[in-house]
């Protein structure tokens, strides 16, 4: 972590769990010279994740993933929430093969051709999270049902549906995942030119 315009005084591990957090002890660059006063701030340390919004170009429809989200129930909200499919990109795995691995696992769909979206942070003020987000060229026929790994207390409702009820779902707010409403923002700027996106992407199936 060696950067000049930051100063790292100390760091410390304050949790290990599904999480580190870090408590680090800082100073850095001020936008009008100088540096700052000493600073103290947690961050939860965590890898890159792979998210794929599966699209059927054919018929014109996506696949979106529901289940249970322990931090919407701590916030008393609806813990339900729709969203992308996603996973945690693990040591050895690159982002494209988390993204098909997932699919499978999580919505029973098979990626045909990968076109990357966007690389961004969720929660860059305290989390290390990154997203590669992808959308996952598919065949949406027979998709559906319940998936995850019992193992891992997945319990995954899949829904498949049609583009233009899913890009009105996000406009009216039922979508509440950060990652999902990208995803398809992205879809809504680019499903006219995707066909040319995936004819030109070059990627195997």
């Known amino acids: 972590m060696e950067n ?16 580190t957090i870090n408590r680090y002890r800082l100073r850095h660059r001020l936008h009008a010279g100088g540096m700052s006063e000493e600073l103290e701030r947690e961050v939860a340390e965590r890898g890159d994740v792979s998210a794929v919004l599966p699209v059927d170009l054919q018929r014109r429809k996506v696949i979106l993933i529901e289940q249970f989200r322990a931090g919407a129930f701590a916030a008393q909200s609806e813990p339900w929430l729709v969203e992308c499919v996603a996973g945690i990109i693990e040591v050895g795995e690159t982002a494209e093969q988390v993204a098909r691995r ?21 929660t860059p003020g305290a989390l290390t999270e990154t997203v590669h987000l992808f959308c996952g060229i598919t065949d949406s026929r027979g998709v559906g049902g319940i998936h995850g790994a019992a193992e891992e207390g997945e319990d995954i409702r899949v829904h498949v549906v049609p583009m233009d009820e899913a890009l009105a779902m996000a406009d009216q707010g039922r979508i509440r995942n950060a990652i999902t409403l990208v995803a398809l923002q992205w879809l809504s700027l680019h499903r006219s030119d995707l066909p040319d996106r995936v004819h030109s992407s070059g990627v195997a199936t």
């Open 4 to 19: 000049r315009d930051v100063d790292v005084i100390n760091k410390e591990t304050v949790f290990e769990g599904y999480f």
């Open 102 to 122: 997932e699919a499978l696992e999580e919505a029973g769909c098979r990626i045909d051709t990968l076109i990357p979206m966007q690389y961004f942070y969720t």
